[in-house]
């Protein structure tokens, strides 16, 4: 293990340190797909594709054309979920 003494070192310049350590030894995962299917929308909210395009037609979900494809951007799917109040 390797040790390394601070001195005169500012707390910003600490933190900065520590995150590019962290950051170099733990890389992040690749993210997903930024636009997902109507068959991995639908397994992601646990519904079926017919009531993903249900909530397509109905302007519940926003859904984007690519030729014959229709897509899901992954923030919208999130943003359209809405917390539910305490009972």
């Known amino acids: 293990m390797n040790y390394i003494q601070i001195e005169r070192m500012s ?3 600490l933190r ?7 950051r ?5 995962p690749e ?3 930024e636009y997902l299917s109507v068959k991995e929308v639908a397994k992601l ?4 594709p017919v009531t993903i ?7 519940i ?6 030729s014959t494809r229709i897509r899901f951007k ?14």
Do not use: N
């Open 11 to 13: 707390e910003s310049d």
């Open 24 to 28: 170099s030894e733990f890389p992040q």
């Open 53 to 59: 395009h249900a909530w397509k037609e109905d302007g």
């Open 74 to 87: 992954r923030s919208d799917i999130e943003s359209s979920m809405v917390e539910v109040g305490k009972s």
């Open 31 to 33: 993210k997903k797909s």
């Open 45 to 48: 909210l646990g519904v079926s």
């Open 61 to 66: 979900l926003k859904a984007y054309r690519v």
């Open 16 to 22: 900065d340190m520590i995150t590019d350590i962290i």
